[in-house]
């Protein structure tokens, strides 16, 4: 056993009670044993108390989104100021902004139509002149028939593909509301919503985030953009 | 998945440094947690931040130790954990609260933890400035303890001599840092 195993067992719990006792004594007496123990406990020590401040910063930002709930949120008339502020802020604080914006390009696509199929010859319907729009990547007006649409249907189908003719109409933030606004529990485009809103945040600098829901994309088991999402998440 | 299972998992995931699983747990068990606290007259507040305090300290200790829970679920060695940080907050307070409480099911544990000295902290800010393949490497190692062979099988690292070699390389730059201040 090196002295490095031993020192981790030591500090894993995995000595024996006169295993234990050794490393005491070896402590006492041997400097350089000692001073490799030091070296170990202070980086462990330094790297905790980072991590217990990350953390901590996880749970104040979970409290907030309690106390604000997202619904709330969007109605308030700060919300978009306050995204647009971080979007700034952001901007000033990454470093790496070339390198995220071009992942964010090679990344990013058009979600094709699967939910309203347009066929040659097919009857129209209310949705068609929406969807024939997304089709010929006419994301202006796919998005107004969209939006017109569900002023007056709540459909979740038809916010999802909103939400993607906003991301193609360069709206990270409104397309973000909109994923919002789908309960992932039913949705059918569940693995769809949590890849494009990480790209979002990928674009939008906040890769923390971006890793989160990558995370959450890997626990549904979902072998959607695996390719990809591996490549991001190293990247990440 | 029955409720043990369920938790024996959140353990594994626990112990692999997994946040989302820590995340889950914080919203299964905070309001619980705070009605708990409430009893010992302590503000929100202060219950909240003894929790999250609580939280952190036993994910630590599944991610340095690699533990195992034997027979205890991870509510009740959370709870346990918070039992003892609401003790210590009443006695700063110089309160003292007896609770007869048959209800009573938390034993308390106490997961000591050491201060920063201040050269620990020094050290703990280079850390945060060091390359993330660096501080990810140092991490897993020291803070996680992972053996060489363990790091090698959560990285893309071909072997044991390559994590040794950049282990001490990062080791190496640290150093430098300090000399340079």
């Known amino acids: ?236 | 998945m029955t409720r043990t299972e369920d938790d024996l998992n959140l353990q594994s995931r626990l112990r692999a440094d997994d946040k989302n699983a820590l995340e889950r747990i914080y919203k299964k068990y905070r309001s619980e947690f705070i009605a708990y606290g409430m009893r010992y007259d302590i503000g929100e507040t202060d219950i909240l931040d003894i929790y999250q305090d609580s939280i952190i300290s036993m994910h630590q200790n599944f991610v340095k130790s690699k533990l195992e829970l034997k027979t205890a679920s991870i509510k009740t060695y959370l709870f346990g954990i918070g039992k003892n940080k609401i003790f210590k907050t009443l006695k700063t307070k110089q309160r003292f609260k007896t609770i007869n409480d048959e209800r009573e099911e938390y034993q308390e544990i106490d997961l000591a933890s050491q201060e920063p000295s201040p050269q620990q902290l020094v050290l703990a800010s280079r850390l945060n400035q060091i390359s993330e393949s660096c501080r990810s490497i140092l991490k897993m190692f020291y803070y996680r303890n992972l053996t060489i062979d363990e790091i090698v099988e959560l990285t893309d690292y071909k072997d044991g001599n390559t994590v040794r070699s950049h282990k001490s390389r990062c080791i190496k730059r640290l150093k430098t840092m300090f000399e340079t201040v």
């Open chain 1, 1 to 236: 056993m090196t002295q490095e195993d031993q020192i981790q067992n030591y500090l894993n719990g995995k000595l024996s009670t006169a295993e234990r006792a050794e490393f005491e004594r070896k402590l006492d007496t041997d400097a350089d044993f000692k001073a490799a123990f030091e070296h170990h406990k202070n980086l462990q020590i330094a790297f905790e108390f980072n991590e217990a401040n990350e953390l901590k910063k996880r749970f104040e930002m979970l409290e907030q989104d309690k106390v604000n709930t997202f619904q709330k949120l969007l109605r308030s008339r700060f919300f978009y100021p306050g995204i647009a502020a971080l979007f700034v802020l952001g901007f000033f604080i990454g470093k790496n902004l070339k390198n995220e914006q071009n992942l964010f390009d090679d990344l990013i696509d058009v979600y094709p139509n699967v939910y309203q199929p347009i066929t040659r010859g097919q009857s129209n319907n209310d949705y068609s002149d929406a969807f024939v729009a997304y089709e010929n990547s006419d994301f202006e007006t796919a998005e107004k028939e969209l939006e017109s649409l569900l002023l007056t249907t709540d459909n979740e189908n038809l916010r999802f593909y909103l939400a993607l003719s906003k991301i193609q109409n360069e709206k990270f933030d409104d397309a973000l509301s909109e994923f919002d606004k789908i309960d992932l529990a039913t949705s059918d485009y569940n693995s769809e919503i949590l890849w494009y809103s990480a790209l979002i945040y990928l674009k939008k600098e906040q890769n923390q985030k971006s890793k989160q829901l990558l995370q959450q994309l890997e626990e549904t088991g979902s072998a959607f953009k695996a390719a990809k999402r591996k490549k991001l998440m190293e990247t990440l």
